[in-house]
């Protein structure tokens, strides 16, 4: 089974300050994305990744950054952390399977419920 | 705005009852997926449609794509508590290579 492991199920953190979320799978998966998840609107892509060192944004990139330095890890940071990014982060993966690309099967991790004070 | 509408929101119901989800968006889709996410867990894969017109079947729930491919249902017959959870529906529009997700919707079985 296709596990994907997000580092932190809680964080609460204050204004300002920098903040890491990590997501590691295990599963050899060439795509990797963070969305974030609030209530009534859905899931948003933040950014995404199909290679190592290779990230795009996607559609809510402001105030986040990725790095992706091994092809099963892919951490999002927000440089300075603001009210406004209270929210569930959700990672996902996928496998790169021909004809698929970026739209095929996405393997979650149980998110991660972020708390800027 | 959202590129796939969902309704309703939100659908509480008596267990054995049947509902329906819709999923609906005024673009052509290559394919939709039906997603289910369960409290304090990511969300899961349940089906992908491809061909306008599918039906596909997973026990009590029957998934449709429409002809025109730009909308798709989710029915669920004889409802159980087990099927509780956010029912969210995502694909990629024709013209971009990447999923979009509709807002949900919240079913609750009450038992």
């Known amino acids: 089974d296709v596990k994907v492991t997000q580092s932190s199920r809680y964080l609460v953190k204050r204004t300002g300050e920098k903040v890491f979320l990590e997501c590691v799978q295990d599963m050899d998966h060439e795509n990797m994305f963070w969305y974030r998840q609030d209530p009534g609107l859905g899931l948003r892509l933040i950014y995404f990744s199909y290679d190592v060192k290779m990230k795009e944004k996607g559609d809510i990139p402001e105030g986040y950054s990725v790095s992706r330095e091994k092809k099963e890890r892919f951490s999002l940071i927000l440089e300075s952390a603001s009210t406004n990014q209270t929210s569930m982060y959700l990672c996902a993966s996928s496998l790169d399977k021909r004809g698929t690309g970026l739209t095929g099967e996405l393997f979650f991790g149980e998110g991660s419920r972020l708390t800027v004070l | 705005t959202q590129l796939l509408e969902q309704s309703p929101q939100f659908l509480s119901i008596q267990e054995g009852e049947n509902l329906t989800v819709y999923c609906n968006s005024s673009s052509v889709f290559s394919s939709l997926q039906w997603y289910r996410q369960e409290p304090g867990e990511g969300p899961v894969l349940l089906v992908t449609?491809?061909?306008?017109?599918e039906v596909k079947k997973l026990k009590r729930l029957t998934f449709q794509f429409g002809d025109a491919r730009k909308d798709s249902s989710l029915h669920i017959t004889a409802a159980q508590p087990g099927d509780t959870g956010l029912y969210l529906c995502?694909?990629?529009?024709?013209?971009?290579?990447?999923?979009?997700f509709g807002a949900g919707t919240t079913v609750t079985v009450r038992a």
């Open positions: 995502a694909g990629p529009p024709s013209n971009d290579y990447k999923l979009s």
């Open positions: 449609v491809v061909t306008g017109g």
